[in-house]
């Protein structure tokens, strides 16, 4: 699998591109699912990722959710799940977008004691796996833990 991450990072966080690389890419390896990584070399994978302010974050979520709140993280998935992706013959799939709020989920992170980037690196993966199709389940929370622990 090779994978193309656009990172616009309008918040202009101090985080650089490889970090949110290897989230997406450990998440996108332990998907568990053969399609993305089967043997033979698996697909090009492309997804953007946004990282933007609480006021900007809050307008989407009350667009697209109908709430007027800041979010940590929303997901704009081009595919409903991976069945809809196996359809796709071509080696190139673009996933979608995920768009980050560092704010709130730097808060988060801070009134939790939790480190900033293990957040960063769950909700990012959180993003990802909502790209994939994923749903909120014990599956989905159970990958998204073992990605804090490896960051």
Known sequence: MKLNLEINNLAKIPIKKDFFEAVAKKILENSGDK????????????LSLAIVSKEEIKKLNKIYRK???????LSFAEYK????????????????????????????????GINIKQELAAVTAH???????????????GIQEKMTKIF
Do not use: Q, W
């Not at 709430?67 to 993280?73: A, L, Q, S």
């Not at 993003?127 to 929370?141: E, S, V």
């Open 127 to 141: 993003g990802i796996l909502h790209l994939l199709g994923m749903r909120h389940g014990k599956r989905m929370f």
């Open 67 to 73: 709430k007027n709140e800041p979010t940590d993280v």
């Open 81 to 112: 799940n991976i069945a809809e992706m196996r359809k796709i013959r071509d080696k190139n799939i673009f996933l979608g977008e995920v768009i980050l709020c560092y704010d709130d989920i730097k808060e988060y992170a801070s009134k939790k």
């Open 35 to 46: 399609f993305l990584n089967p043997p033979a070399g698996g697909k090009n994978i492309s």
